[in-house]
């Protein structure tokens, strides 16, 4: 069946440190994947997709590539900031599977 | 435009008691979607809808039922509320599920408490 595995948190880094989320899925065919970010009391929007393999999907400075190979769509930021403190959820086509969510807090 | 808008925004029930939920989207979109979610479990799909009219289950449909009278709302029912149904609900839709790749967009979420 479908499903999506996400590294568990919290996170917690500091202002300009580099950040990794880990999401790697089981699906059959060929899913697209999607990263969601949801802020503090509010609802879940998205972040970046990729709808087939080896694509990069980008937004705000955070990228992940759809790699088919390793089923996985790892979710990176160069440097990230206090505003990017967040829970970031991953999900898999049809969003019918998401991931269990990864908290991230940014300090100064 | 609204987006996707929700009411409740709170609600407080005792254990056996109903309530309705309403989601409601201005972008005409033909999915619509309810999930709940939990502390350690993420998002988790009740019910959704592919067009007016149409409902179908999804992970975890029990204690709820779910009408889409019109393309533009989709309620959520509890009809005998239980403490296990304490969570925050959130409704979601899409233009389409072109193979999967459509976004989705989310409302604010209702959070219920069940006594």
């Known amino acids: 069946g479908n499903s999506v595995t996400q590294m568990e948190g919290p996170v917690t880094l500091s202002e300009e440190a580099f950040l990794t989320i880990n999401c790697t899925y089981t699906a059959t065919g060929y899913p697209s994947l999607f990263w969601y970010v949801q802020y503090p009391g509010e609802g879940l929007q998205l972040l970046l997709k990729a709808t087939k393999a080896d694509d990069k999907g980008s937004n705000k400075g955070f990228e992940a590539t759809y790699r088919k190979e390793t089923t996985s769509f790892h979710l990176e930021k160069g440097s990230v900031q206090v505003s990017d403190s967040a829970v970031y959820f991953c999900a898999l086509s049809n969003q019918f599977y998401f991931g269990t969510g990864t908290s991230l807090t940014v300090i100064p | 435009n609204a987006g996707v808008t929700q009411t409740p925004k709170f609600r407080v029930l005792k254990t056996g008691q109903s309530m309705t939920l309403l989601c409601a989207q201005d972008m005409n979109h033909e999915y619509m979607y309810w999930y709940r979610q939990d502390p350690g479990m993420g998002l988790r799909l009740i019910h959704y809808s592919v067009g007016e009219g149409t409902t179908a289950k999804g992970e975890v449909p029990d204690g709820y039922n779910v009408s889409r009278l019109k393309k533009q709302n989709f309620l959520l029912g509890l009809e005998s509320a239980a403490p296990s149904q304490t969570s925050v609900y959130f409704c979601?839709?899409?233009?389409?599920?072109?193979?999967?790749?459509?976004?989705?967009?989310f409302g604010p979420g209702t959070r219920l408490t069940v006594l």
């Open positions: 979601a839709s899409s233009y389409r599920n072109r193979g999967g790749t459509d976004t989705q967009y």
